[in-house]
Structure formats: C-alpha cells, structure tokens
C-alpha cells in the first residue's frame, strides 16, 4: 500500500487550498485509512521536511490547532471508532484555531485581529478600488 511510502500532502499546487478536501481525495483516490490521510496532512509531510517537532500534540513539539466542531449541525455527529473519518467527511467549521499557541479564531469568529491590521486592510482595499476606478476612466 500506499502508505508504506508515508506520502504527504501539500496545498500549493491545488486549486482549492482546502486541507479537507486534499485529504478526501487522500482516503478516496490514494485510498489511505482515514487515519494515514490525517498523518500525510500532518506528521508525516514534517517528517520529510525534517521538522521532527512538528505535526503532533504532544509535549515538546510546536503546532497549530483546529478544532472543530462535530457534536452540531451540519458536522455529522462524531463516530467513536472511527474519529479521523468523521472529521474528513462531515461538514464541520472551525470552532477555535490557534496559531504559534495564539487563539486566532473563536467560537468560530476571528479575535486577535487588532485595528493596525483591520486599518492595513482597509487601506489595500481603497487602493484596490482607486485602481478600478482608474481603470474604468481608461
């Protein structure tokens, strides 16, 4: 099997970007376990890449986490044997993200996000619509 090979996914040369997506197609076309899927997203890639600290909850390693929410609609509700395909085939959104051990999602709302950055991005914006703007005159 495939899994011998401890494959690892990348999102930089998919049209999606969607990490659930890429490991729906790992179970389904690479045909990987549910569980390998996961590790291919996670351990696995960090191992290639020599980042042995990273791609576990476990104590001394560095990582980001999701968790989702699974117990509500329109999430499936979680199957105890089989966790790893619950999360890769329910619909479930995001309930808390954190990042660099930051809380940068919440309840499922963005926090930390500060005025700098909102100012920042209003600013990219009104030069985005200035360009428009201009090209429409043109």
């Known amino acids: 099997p495939l899994s011998k090979y401890k494959p690892s996914l990348a999102l930089d040369l998919t049209p ?7 490991l729906k197609l790992a179970v389904t076309r690479l045909l990987l376990v549910p569980e390998e899927a996961f590790n291919s997203a996670t351990s696995w890639g960090y191992s290639q890449l ?26 499936f509700p979680l199957d105890q044997t089989s966790p790893y395909e619950s999360l890769i085939f329910s619909i479930a959104y995001p309930e808390t993200v954190i990042v660099n051990g930051d ?3 919440d309840g499922g709302a963005p926090i930390n996000i500060g005025l700098k950055e909102i100012e920042r991005i209003r600013d990219k914006v009104d030069e985005f619509e200035a360009e428009i703007r201009n090209l429409e005159k043109n």
């Open 103 to 105: 809380a940068v999602l």
């Open 50 to 75: 020599g980042r042995d600290k990273y791609g576990k909850i476990e104590v001394g390693y560095i990582g980001d986490v999701v968790v989702f929410e699974l117990d509500e609609p329109p999430a």
């Open 16 to 22: 999606s970007f969607d990490p659930l997506f890429e």
